[in-house]
């Protein structure tokens, strides 16, 4: 038998990793980051940092309200996501047309740190559903805890956060050798293209647009 402490921890762990390990618009941009090998480290850092505050939120109780608030503004959160999910899609579609991705790309030259970390940000918090995973889902699973049993829970939650954006920026580099060939950037940039455009298409679906 586990001790309580040790479930609590362990059940954030599983359900931080399991609500993350989907392919989506934050995890593509990290993978893409690791693979150029460009402030790797500032933005896994960014990407679990905010990970592991939106968890408190939800952990400290204010899931119901962001509930709320996003119940009342779904539609426009959810259009305002797919316009930027369309824009960031169509910078990568861009990129594997013209063949000017990846560590040479004139583009990706140009981006400082402040460029890079800027859109990270807006792609974890333009995306409404990262609220309605780590803030509604994860606080609400929170309260079946209590007192230190909740606070470990959500801080296996938060690691769980931390395990997943480090190990997906740094393991990207296993895949230099396969990325080194002449059209591999432009095959990554058109996949990750067609997943920013697929998640807009459900943002404007799931936001009463189609």
């Known amino acids: 038998m586990f ?3 040790f479930y609590a921890y362990a059940t954030g762990f599983a359900i931080g990793l399991s609500l993350i390990v989907a392919i989506g618009a934050q995890n593509a941009f990290v993978l893409r980051q690791g693979l150029m ?4 480290f500032a933005v896994a850092l960014f990407c679990a940092v905010s990970d592991a505050l939106l ?3 939800g952990v400290g109780g204010v899931s119901v309200l962001v509930a709320g608030f996003a119940a009342r503004h779904s539609g426009l959160l959810f259009g305002l996501a797919s ?3 369309g824009f960031y899609g169509g910078l990568r579609l861009r990129d594997a047309i013209r063949g000017s991705g990846g560590i040479s790309g004139d583009a990706d030259i140009r981006n400082g740190l402040g460029t890079t970390l800027t859109m990270a940000a807006l792609l974890t918090f333009g995306n409404p559903h990262v609220y309605l995973d780590t803030v509604v889902l994860i606080g609400t699973v929170s309260l079946q805890f209590s007192g230190s049993e909740k606070v470990l829970f959500g ?4 690691s769980a956060s931390f395990v997943f954006f480090f190990g997906l ?3 990207a580099r296993l895949l230099a050798p396969l990325m080194a060939r ?3 950037w432009r095959v990554l940039d058109a996949v990750i293209a067609l997943i920013m455009f697929v998640l807009a298409l459900s943002m ?3 936001g009463g647009y189609l």
């Not at 090998?37 to 790797?40: L, Y």
């Not at 801080?155 to 938060?158: N, T």
């Open 3 to 5: 001790p309580v402490t």
């Open 37 to 40: 090998r460009r402030h790797v």
């Open 55 to 57: 968890i408190a939120i």
């Open 83 to 85: 316009l930027w999910l």
């Open 155 to 158: 801080l296996g939650a938060a």
């Open 169 to 171: 920026a740094y393991g």
């Open 182 to 184: 002449a059209n591999a």
């Open 204 to 206: 404007l679906r799931a």
